[in-house]
């Protein structure tokens, strides 16, 4: 071997070594093939350099994300693409900003309330949720509130604008009203509450998914209430709830409590009504209907 063959692959070695000492290990593995491609394709040195820090940059991304994923704990991969419109058409905008409505706020007005929100019509179905994909309302604080009978996607368009936000950069955490009730309970008694709180105010988007299904202990309002207020008019929360609006002061036993939350989640928030048919439900009742038809086929 010549000398300047020779110090090309110490610096050649040398090189790998940098790569690694800075924990650069994906650049390190691509030196090779960007050598090879760098002088087969004659790069220049900027070109060749960049192609290098790029597989860094891609797999540290690639890594991050990965993270952010595991943190988020949602509960299904899926995304918004997922989800069929054509299914749903009750999905509709019911109010934008409904603050000035609940200021006088009273247990009493609720229905009244709740009348006139239904009332606000706006953009509608998959205009509205795919205007939220674009995650625009985390960059003013603002809540999204998906309200609904059981299996009309509320967990499904949460998940998928949740996901979203994942791979966007955000750092996003899915949870459900009963188990940050639970969490928090627990905190409380090991004496970790200020802990606890700074967790549920960390994430940029709280997804707080099943509110209203299971009766929430006298502590697990009062704990959703401060989870909801310390996050108000800072970072963004999709809750979604089978309880319609006017039926919140008796789903928390607490109709002060109830407006409180309501004040503030309801401040700046898009409120998406679903009241079409279950799709959970569509698979037996076209399981239903062909046997009805069978059997009425076998009769006659
Ligand atoms: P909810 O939270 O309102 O009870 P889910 O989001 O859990 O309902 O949806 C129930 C099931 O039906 C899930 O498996 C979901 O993927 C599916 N589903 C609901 N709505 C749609 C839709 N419009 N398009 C595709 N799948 C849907
Ligand atoms: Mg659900």
Known sequence: MTQPAMSEARRYQQLRAHLAYLKLNDAAEALPRVLDAARAERLSLTAALERLLESEVEAT?????????????????????????????????VISDVHSLLRAYEARAMEAI????????????????????????????????????????????????????????????????????????????????????????????LVIDELGYLPLPGDGASALFQVINQRYLKSSTILSTNVGIADWATAFGDATVAAAMLDRLLHRATVVGIDGPSYRLRAHQTHATTLRKAVAARAS
């Open 114 to 205: 709740n009348l006139k929100i239904s009332k606000v019509g706006g953009l509608t179905n998959a205009k509205l949720i795919r205007d939220l994909a674009t995650l625009r309302f985390l960059d003013d604080a603002s809540n999204v509130l998906f309200v609904g009978p059981p299996g009309v996607g509320k967990t499904m368009l949460s998940v998928g604008l949740a996901r979203a936000g994942v791979e966007a950069g955000h750092r996003v955490y899915f949870t459900t009203a009963a188990e940050l009730a639970a969490k928090c309970h627990k905190a409380a008694i090991e004496g970790r509450w200020a802990t606890c709180m700074r967790f549920f105010a960390g994430p940029r988007l």
């Open 61 to 93: 991304e690639a890594r991050k994300l990965a993270s952010r994923l595991r943190f988020s704990c949602l509960p299904e991969p899926w995304t918004i693409g997922d989800f069929d419109f054509a299914a749903q058409p009750g999905v509709d905008e």
